[in-house]
């Protein structure tokens, strides 16, 4: 299964968050991914499925 992100990495989610930011940064990869929002700093965490369905491209990659 090739991923087409890693961690570090700065995507851009579906749906912005209510902060009015839409960059996001992953800080954790596993089961679960948790991103953390580039404008408040505030962090989710996301089933893996979840998260490749809401995210809609990588913005800054770290590979």
Known sequence: M???F???DVVEMKKSHPCGENRWQII???MDIRIKCLGCSHS???P???FT???KRVLE???
Do not use: D, H, W
Request: zero cysteines.
């Open 28 to 30: 954790r990869i596993g």
């Open 48 to 50: 893996r499925k979840e």
């Open 61 to 63: 990659s770290n590979a």
């Open 2 to 4: 090739g991923e087409q």
């Open 53 to 55: 369905k809401k995210m």
């Open 6 to 8: 890693v961690l570090n």
């Open 44 to 46: 989710v965490m996301l």
